[in-house]
T-cell receptor, first 114, second 113 residues
Framework: EDQVTQSPEALRLQEGESSSLNCSYT??????LFWYRQDPGKGPEFLFT???AGEEKEKERLKATLTKKESFLHITAPKPEDSATYLC???????????????FGRGTSLIVHP | KAGVTQTPRYLIKTRGQQVTLSCSPI?????VSWYQQTPGQGLQFLFE???????NKGNFPGRFSGRQFSNSRSEMNVSTLELGDSALYLC????????????FGSGTRLTVV
């Protein structure tokens, strides 16, 4: 069974204090690893897709990296507006009913204090 | 480019009633997936529809059902509501191909009293 574990569950940072969020996974045949950002009361917003170990993607203060067993979301010099829950999801190679249903982690709740 | 539209945004229902939620995906997307999100369980997959056919179903009781229309719009229905059905229900639109992420709607916040 595919498993996705995110850590830490919650993270408090001071503005400008860089840190990393972790997403470790166990799947057979990774098709894609996704990062989403979710603000309270809203749906998740797509950030990145990573497909293979060694791949990196960047967007503003966020950088996502991927290894064979985990992904990191690095946040450089965060601002209060980066406060949100960050979700990781993996899409495995096995097909079920002709589709590839992603498995989501429980998320990391990030609060950045000014 | 219009995003994913879910209606209504908020609902308050009484235990035992039924409810229908609606989702309009991004134009051209043929896959619509539904998720239930609660603080205790996170995002849990309900079902996926692709070209009007249910392609996959999660581990939810038969009280949860859905359908998709020829224009890709989708509805989900929950009958005989229970207090535990209170949650944020999210619709996710995609092309249906592997390796592509979802575009989520803002969700419907259902409260069962």
């Amino acid at each position: 069974e595919d498993q996705v574990t995110q850590s830490p569950e919650a993270l408090r940072l001071q503005e400008g204090e860089s840190s990393s969020l972790n997403c470790s996974y166990t799947v057979s045949g990774l098709r894609g690893l996704f990062w989403y950002r979710q603000d309270p009361g809203k749906g998740p917003e797509f950030l990145f897709t990573l497909y293979s170990a060694g791949e990196e993607k960047e967007k503003e203060r966020l950088k996502a990296t991927l290894t064979k067993k985990e992904s990191f979301l690095h946040i450089t010099a965060p601002k209060p507006e980066d406060s949100a829950t960050y979700l990781c999801a993996v899409q495995a190679g096995k097909k079920s009913g002709g589709s590839y249903i992603p498995t989501f982690g429980r998320g990391t709740s990030l609060i950045v204090h000014p | 480019k219009a995003g994913v539209t879910q209606t209504p945004r908020y609902l308050i229902k009484t235990r035992g009633q039924q409810v229908t939620l609606s989702c309009s995906p991004i134009s051209g997307h043929r896959s619509v997936s539904w998720y239930q999100q609660t603080p205790g369980q996170g995002l849990q997959f309900l079902f996926e529809y692709f070209s009007e056919t249910q392609r996959n179903k999660g581990n939810f009781p038969g009280r949860f059902s859905g359908r998709q229309f020829s224009n890709s719009r989708s509805e989900m229905n929950v009958s005989t509501l229970e207090l535990g059905d209170s949650a944020l229900y999210l619709c996710a639109s995609s092309s249906g191909a592997p390796g592509y992420g979802y575009t989520f709607g803002s969700g419907t916040r259902l409260t069962v009293v």
